[in-house]
């Protein structure tokens, strides 16, 4: 497991938080009664549903290790210590494509949180990382496996 700290918004520290809770608290019960359940038929030794809970028990019990390793490595974000006036994690970036004239906008999380649907970016992507440290009317090229993109900072927010 790595040291290095974790800088989470408080949603995504949250929503981690959360997940936590109801691995431990509620699957750990439902798998639990899944394996009683599958030894309860028998012979345990060619019980293949004993085998898939099991596994998933397996499975549960990692992600509960992962996400309680995340919790312990995490900061989160205060906006209240953070420039606003430059792209640093937790802020929300509008952008004008230069070869398109369209307007994006674009939150920049760590890579925890990140979910494209969302128009959560990491900061660790080429984009985000190409976005960091720039400031209102920065022209920014960024270097992507399928070229250059070229965007102005319109706007900077928390």
């Known amino acids: 497991m790595s040291a290095e700290d974790l800088y989470l918004t408080r949603k995504g520290y949250e929503k981690l938080h959360?997940?936590?809770?109801f691995l431990k608290k509620v699957r750990r019960r439902e798998l639990s009664k899944a394996i009683g359940e599958a030894r309860a038929h028998g012979d345990i030794s060619e019980n293949a549903e004993y085998d898939a809970a099991k596994d998933a028990q397996a499975q549960n019990e990692a992600r509960v290790m992962q996400l309680e390793d995340k919790l312990s490595r995490a900061r989160i974000i205060d906006d209240e210590g953070i420039s606003k006036d430059e792209v640093l994690i937790g802020a929300t970036v509008m952008l004008k494509d230069m070869d398109t004239e369209e307007e994006l906008e674009y939150i920049l999380v760590s890579a925890e949180e990140a979910d494209y649907a969302q128009n959560k970016i990491s900061v660790s992507s080429p984009v985000g990382a190409g976005l960091?440290?720039?400031?209102e009317n920065d022209i920014v090229e960024?270097?992507?496996p399928a070229g250059i993109l070229k965007y102005k900072i319109l706007k900077i927010s928390r």
Do not use: S
């Open 18 to 21: 959360e997940e936590l809770e």
């Open 132 to 135: 960091l440290n720039h400031k």
């Open 142 to 144: 960024i270097r992507i």
